[in-house]
Structures are given as C-alpha cells and as structure tokens.
C-alpha cells in the first residue's frame, strides 16, 4: 500500500478511540503546570521524548515482526501504573477492532484471539503498519506523532486554546518526531540480537502519578 495508509494511521478520525484520552494533560492542566501554549508545548516535548518514544520503539518492533506476546509483556514492564495499562489495553482492544477492519492480516487475528481483553495499544499500531505494507520507521512516526497530537488536542478543549496555535506546535515539534521515530527504529532492528530489552524504557514518574489520581476523579472530561 501507499504512504497514504500511513496518514490513515494517525489521522485522528481513524476510529482507534484516541480522542476520549488526554494523554495525561488534562491531569497536568488540573495542577496547573499546563496553563497556555508554551507550557503546552513543554508538556508535549516531554511526553515525546519519555512515552513517545518508548511506545515508537514497541511499535516499530512489532511492525518488524518481533513477537507481540513478547513485546505485549515487554509493554507491561515499561507501563508501572496500573492505571495506565489498563489504559493502553483498552486503547488497543478499540484500535484492534479499527485495525482488523481496514488492514485485515494474520497476525492481528491471532493476537486478537491470544489477549482477548486488549494488547497494549503501541503493538497493534505496529502490527497495522505491517499489514498495511508499511515500515517500522513509520510505525515508529505514527506512534510518536500520537504521543502529542492527543495531548495537544485535548488541551484546545479544556483551555480553550487557539486550534491554530495547536497546530503551529505540533509543526514545531516536527524535528524532534522525526529523530525520536528514528531512535525507536534503530532500537527495533536490535531486538534480533539483543531481545526486548534493547528497546526504549523511558519513563516519566510524574505521568504515572497523575494517571493514577486521574483515574479516581469522579467527573472527568477524558477517559486517561
């Protein structure tokens, strides 16, 4: 297939169940420590460099064809808050169904039928990329550019920002998109040699913390 599979992939629109999450901003817009668009954009280039690129490389092993299982447990040891595994599987759990639909393939089915209550959400985005004839490296991007496409959108909801500042960050953070997509790819071409443990485990302490309290809010705009 054409590149255009790609767009498909990280248009929003796609119905993976993306725009019901906050990537966690709607925490931080709670705490006050997003409050306009350059505290956005600080946000965003840290998600980026931390969860970004830590699910950029899942998702670019499993578009390489690395086992899922393998990299299903690789995903639950890197993803220490409950509150956010039960996030990425039921994150991937819609996208499998989105998946399955339009890129239809083996490897989806199967791993439909072996985690049944949802494969974290990075491993079916790779999975999709193959079966769409695509490369981990564009795996990679989608997963990287999801990390602060969501979060940016959502904050235009809750701050009631100015759409085209949003996208004017987003544009800013092109560079380093594309090197954190890169990163993830080369780290996937290892996993051959060296096992899921050459992939990336970024993390971010604070995310962790404040999905867990998010997750015990009682009236919410977003799901995560």
Same mark, same amino acid.
């Given at each position: 297939? =054409? #590149?255009?599979?790609?767009?498909?992939?990280?248009? %929003?629109?796609?119905?993976?169940?993306?725009?019901?999450?906050?990537?966690?901003?709607?925490? &931080? @817009?709670?705490?006050?420590?997003?409050?306009? @668009?350059? =505290?956005?954009?600080?946000?965003?280039?840290?998600?980026?460099?931390?969860?970004?690129?830590?699910?950029?490389?899942?998702?670019?092993?499993?578009?390489?064809?690395?086992?899922?299982?393998?990299?299903?447990?690789?995903?639950? $040891?890197?993803?220490?808050?409950?509150?956010? /595994?039960?996030? $990425? /599987?039921?994150?991937?759990?819609?996208?499998?169904?989105?998946?399955?639909?339009?890129?239809?393939?083996?490897?989806?089915?199967?791993?439909?039928?072996? #985690?049944?209550? %949802?494969?974290?959400?990075?491993?079916?985005?790779?999975?999709?990329?193959?079966?769409?004839?695509?490369?981990?490296?564009?795996?990679? /991007?989608?997963? &990287?550019?999801? =990390?602060? %496409?969501?979060?940016?959108? &959502?904050?235009? #909801?809750?701050?009631?920002?100015?759409?085209?500042?949003?996208?004017?960050?987003?544009?800013?953070?092109?560079?380093? @998109?594309?090197?954190?997509a890169e990163a993830a790819?080369?780290?996937?071409? /290892?996993?051959?040699?060296?096992?899921?443990?050459?992939?990336?485990?970024?993390?971010?302490?604070?995310?962790d913390i404040t999905g867990?309290?998010?997750?015990?809010?009682?009236?919410?705009?977003?799901?995560?």
């Amino acid at each position: 297939m =054409s #590149r255009a599979a790609l767009l498909l992939l990280a248009d %929003g629109r796609f119905p993976a169940g993306g725009h019901a999450h906050s990537g966690g901003v709607e925490a &931080a @817009i709670a705490h006050q420590s997003v409050h306009d @668009i350059d =505290s956005l954009l600080a946000f965003c280039r840290g998600r980026l460099h931390t969860t970004g690129l830590t699910t950029a490389g899942l998702a670019a092993a499993a578009a390489a064809g690395v086992d899922p299982l393998l990299l299903d447990d690789a995903a639950d $040891a890197r993803t220490p808050a409950p509150a956010l /595994r039960a996030v $990425a /599987r039921r994150l991937g759990r819609q996208m499998m169904r989105a998946a399955r639909a339009t890129f239809p393939s083996e490897r989806l089915e199967r791993l439909a039928a072996e #985690r049944p209550q %949802g494969a974290h959400q990075p491993l079916v985005l790779g999975l999709a990329a193959r079966a769409a004839g695509l490369t981990p490296l564009d795996a990679a /991007r989608a997963a &990287a550019y999801e =990390s602060v %496409g969501g979060p940016a959108t &959502a904050a235009v #909801r809750l701050l009631s920002l100015d759409p085209l500042d949003a996208s004017g960050l987003l544009a800013r953070l092109g560079s380093d @998109i594309d090197a954190v997509a890169e990163a993830a790819a080369r780290a996937a071409d /290892r996993v051959a040699v060296e096992g899921p443990d050459a992939l990336p485990s970024a993390s971010s302490p604070l995310l962790d913390i404040t999905g867990e309290q998010h997750a015990t809010w009682a009236v919410r705009l977003f799901a995560s």
